[in-house]
C-alpha cells in the first residue's frame, strides 16, 4: 500500500490550494480515504473524509464550508480543495485509508495506512 500526497506548498491567507494523493497497492474504490493535518507542536487532527463511491462526506468544523474532499476511484486519487485558507490552516496534511469495512469517521484510530504529509504554510 502506497499514498503519495502532493500539492501543498505556500499560499496568502484567503488563498486556495489543492492537495491529491495518489494511491496504489490496494483496491482504492472499496475503501473510505480521508484527510487529516498536524500543525508543529500539535496533534494530528482530522479533516475530511469520503466514502468509498464519494456520495457521502464529513468534515471538521474548523474546515466546513471550505474544503472540500473528492475522489477518482479511476485515478485512485483523493483530493483536497481547500478555498479561504487561513493562517490556522497551516499544517502538514496526511491523506489515509480507512481499514477494511470501516465507513466514515473522524479518530485516526480507524485508518490503516498513512501518506508521507504534504506542507502547507498560509502566511502573508
Known amino acids: 500500500v502506497q499514498l503519495q500526497a502532493s500539492g501543498g506548498g505556500l499560499v496568502q491567507p484567503g488563498g486556495s490550494l489543492r492537495l491529491s494523493c495518489v494511491a496504489s497497492?490496494?483496491?482504492?474504490?472499496?475503501?473510505?480515504m480521508g484527510w487529516f493535518r498536524q500543525a508543529p507542536g500539535q496533534e494530528r487532527d482530522f479533516v475530511a473524509a469520503?466514502?468509498?463511491?464519494?456520495?457521502?462526506?464529513i468534515y471538521a468544523d474548523s474546515v466546513k464550508d471550505r474544503f472540500t474532499i473528492s475522489r477518482n476511484n479511476a485515478k485512485t486519487t483523493v483530493y483536497l480543495q481547500m478555498n479561504s485558507l487561513k493562517p490556522e490552516d497551516t499544517a502538514v496534511y496526511y491523506c489515509?485509508?480507512?481499514?477494511?469495512?470501516?465507513?466514515?469517521?473522524?479518530?485516526?484510530?480507524?485508518?490503516?495506512?498513512w501518506g508521507q504529509g504534504t506542507l502547507v504554510t498560509v502566511s502573508s
Open positions: 489515509a485509508r480507512a481499514r477494511l469495512y470501516y465507513g466514515l469517521g473522524a479518530l485516526p484510530s480507524r485508518y490503516d495506512y
Open positions: 497497492g490496494f483496491t482504492f474504490s472499496n475503501y473510505v
Open positions: 469520503i466514502r468509498w463511491n464519494g456520495d457521502k462526506t
